[in-house]
Every structure is written in structure tokens, then in C-alpha cells.
């Protein structure tokens, strides 16, 4: 069984900024090969894809809405994916969700992901 902790979250003003941490933890789960992703849901929102790296060439991914304020990285040594968010706005109040999986080619596709953290709150004050 594969799990995903999240860590980071909190309540910052606008213009401030957060670090997000997923630690992934598994015996049989390969982290390094595996795309990583960053999904987060507001109040009465539908799930949306914000961003995420793939396993091997560590390529990124980015919603345009976070494009140049969000940064996502990976430490393999760590098992353990990062999301750096910069110059944070309201909207960018949600539930943060990290998410796992192997061999995804749409990787902004929540569905293609087989595990999932619990979530961590993020609020961004106005």
C-alpha cells in the first residue's frame, strides 16, 4: 500500500507564500519512476490540476492559473515532492491534495493517479 502525507499548509495574506510537502512512503512503490501531482479543491468547487512532475526526465506541468507563482520539485533521496507557493491570492484558497501514480501520460488528469494524500488546507487571507 502506497501512502502520501501531506504537510504545510496554513493561512497566510495575500502576497505571501507556503511551502507544501508530500512525503510518499510504500515497500513496493518506486517514487522515482512515479508522476507526482498537485490537485486542490475549493469549497464547492470541483478538483482541479495545478501541477505536477513526471518520474525519470522530471518533467513539470503547471495550470496557467499558478504558472510563474507555483514551483513543483521532487528529492528522490526523500521520497518527498515539494510545492512552493509564491505571491499567493484568495483564489488560491483550497484543500491541497498530493497524488501518485506510474506510467500517466495525461498527467493533468486527477483520474490517472492511483493514490492520493488526505489533504492540507491552504487559506489565503485578502
Known amino acids: 500500500q502506497v501512502q502520501l502525507v501531506e504537510s504545510g499548509g496554513g493561512s497566510v495574506q495575500a502576497g505571501g507564500s507556503l511551502r507544501l510537502s508530500c512525503a510518499a512512503s510504500g515497500r513496493t512503490f518506486s517514487f522515482s519512476n512515479s508522476a507526482m501531482g498537485w490537485f486542490r479543491q475549493a469549497p464547492g468547487k470541483e478538483r482541479e490540476f495545478v501541477a505536477a512532475i513526471r518520474g525519470g526526465n522530471g518533467n513539470t506541468d503547471y495550470a496557467d492559473s499558478v504558472k510563474g507563482r507555483f514551483t513543483i520539485s521532487r528529492d528522490n533521496g526523500k521520497n518527498t515532492v515539494y510545492l512552493q507557493m509564491n505571491s499567493l491570492k484568495p483564489e488560491d484558497t483550497a484543500v491541497y491534495y498530493c497524488?501518485?501514480?506510474?506510467?500517466?501520460?495525461?498527467?493533468?488528469?486527477?483520474?490517472?493517479?492511483?493514490?492520493w494524500g488526505q489533504g492540507t488546507q491552504v487559506t489565503v487571507a485578502s
Open positions: 497524488a501518485a501514480g506510474n506510467g500517466i501520460l495525461m498527467i493533468r488528469r486527477g483520474d490517472r493517479y492511483a493514490y
